[in-house]
């Protein structure tokens, strides 16, 4: 339960940091646009997967946990549909923007010929071989799992698909509202230090 715990933590602090930096280069990317800013959205997507992820288990564990006409909302065996909903709803976004961003540390790298955009190539070749071969192991059985399953109780069927819906957009929001706050953090201390230029320039002149 420690290991798991601390992991979920991890992953909320990568998906906060992750929209964070996002937001504090949003607005020249968006200027620049192509493929530079393909590669923010990329960085957002991949914040709003982590978030939804966490807030799918949370979701999943307290309908566990919520009374409800005489029972629990959600038996442990549905708990883990949601689950198994929820990593297909994000395991294929994080896959797609993780090969953008892979392609951008790459390009980086080539440019540069630095050990440390070297190493962040070379780490996120790693995670993306590492979730394609995941991916490809885990999703057929997580179909066959959820058909085997869902369409047998409608009631819970609905609870599933609520859940994870509730979950992705609380994810979406959660990034979109650190983006913003960061690309609006950005763009205050850059008028400020414009402000601060044109007044030393002001005083000199």
Known sequence: MGLV?????LNFVISWFNAWSVGKCWLESKAAGGF?????WCGAIMSASGFTWCYTILLAIGATHVPYKGHMLLTPRYATAVLELGYLVVILPIIGS????LIASWQNFMRSRSLLDGGIAGYNTFANVYNIYNASRAVPMVLRDLGGLLGKDKDKDSIVYLLVILAALAGAMTTFAIVQASA??????????????????LRSY
């Open 5 to 9: 715990v601390f992991l979920f933590i």
């Open 36 to 40: 530079t800013h393909f590669v923010t």
């Open 98 to 101: 993780g090969i953008g961003i």
């Open 184 to 201: 609006h953090a950005k763009a205050y201390k850059v008028n400020y230090d414009l402000n601060q230029h044109k007044a030393d320039a």
